[in-house]
């Protein structure tokens, strides 16, 4: 047997924010069982933990799509070290993860009583080409968009902290929930971008404690929409301070971003981009998150102890509300 979470992240209540699958003790498990898994609980990314296998890192997260290995997610990580805080207890502290990519990320566990708190902090930014002016039309139309809902204070580019998007700024937020996208004409669009993903975002949100309000869609791999994207959120701060469409304070931009609204489960998360001395950029984003359930996933093959924890029980309901002792 082996441990199963289903966790929603960026957010304390449950069925909001984003679902992620969580095993634990995933070791001895192939990749057709961890695809099938993910593909059984059909969320946007199911995380599977390993042990480490070197002396650089802590521990290993894998990532699914219900279709194919994703290089990193972030609601993902942050629903696998909420789980393993919840299952064994973890105190406050920082540890290494390494992604099936072979990206090592360090990991921040906060806590406040009964709060439990993840951080993730994503790869340097990377900035890859601006689409040109036929694809941004092309793009448009895929999202159900028009050339007037465009806002002209940055380019619709490339950015990657691991996992690229496309990075679309729109004027409206009535219009980014108004957005109805032609999948296929969007996974048509990632194949010659060769960006899987389009995060699309405003600053218009009418609410004073979020800077944006955004959608994300991946169906090039599987996701027709997904609710709140840490890795989308990453690549969206770095833009921000990059094309200096928000100012830094000493070097720094924090902001709150919100997602997953018109699917009916929103989720905020905290983005911080700090400039390096080089004027690179260093992304970290910070997310809350519940749990749905917890039950125990049957496999033949026998689990090993997974970096030498102990399961410890804490009273749970079918809802998440967790009292952590």
Not at 16 to 27: C, D, H, K, S
Not at 77 to 102: D, I, N
Not at 213 to 228: C, L, N, S, T, Y
């Amino acid at each position: 047997m082996r441990t199963l979470y289903q966790v929603d992240a960026f957010t304390r209540v449950p069925f909001t924010g984003n679902p992620a699958g969580v095993v634990l003790a995933a070791e001895g498990m192939t990749d057709a069982d961890m695809l099938a898994v993910a593909r059984e609980l059909n969320n946007s990314e199911t995380a599977f933990v390993l042990p480490a296998d070197a002396a650089d890192h802590d521990v290993r997260v894998r990532f699914f799509t219900p279709t194919t290995e994703v290089p990193t997610c972030g609601h993902a990580t942050v629903g696998a070290h909420f789980a393993r805080t919840v299952e064994y207890g973890l105190p406050p502290g920082s540890l290494r993860q390494k992604t099936g990519s072979g990206l090592i990320q360090r990991v921040e566990i906060h806590r406040d009583e009964d709060r439990v708190r993840i951080g993730m902090h994503q790869g340097p930014a990377e900035f890859g080409p601006e689409l040109n002016g036929s694809q941004v039309d092309r793009l448009l139309r895929a999202l159900g968009s028009r050339p007037a809902d465009l806002a002209d204070h940055g380019p619709v580019q490339v950015v990657s902290t691991g996992h690229s998007k496309v990075i679309v700024e729109l004027r409206d937020r009535a219009v980014v929930d108004a957005l109805r996208p032609d999948q296929a004409a969007l996974t048509a669009l990632s194949r010659e971008v060769g960006s899987n993903g389009f995060f699309v975002f405003t600053r218009a949100t009418a609410e004073a404690a979020l800077l944006t309000w955004a959608r994300m869609f991946a169906p090039a791999i599987g996701i027709a929409e997904d609710p709140v994207t840490g890795n989308g959120h990453g690549p969206l701060g770095a833009y921000l301070v990059r094309h200096g469409i928000v100012p830094t304070q000493a070097g720094r931009l924090v902001f709150t971003g919100r997602q997953g609204a018109a699917m009916g489960r929103p989720g905020d998360v905290r983005v911080l981009v700090d400039t390096g001395p080089d004027g690179s950029l260093l992304v970290s984003i910070t997310g809350d998150a519940v749990t749905v359930f917890r039950a125990e996933l049957p496999f033949p093959r026998t689990p090993g102890a997974v970096a030498g924890l102990a399961p410890r029980r804490s009273p749970t309901s079918c809802c998440g509300h967790h009292r952590v002792t």
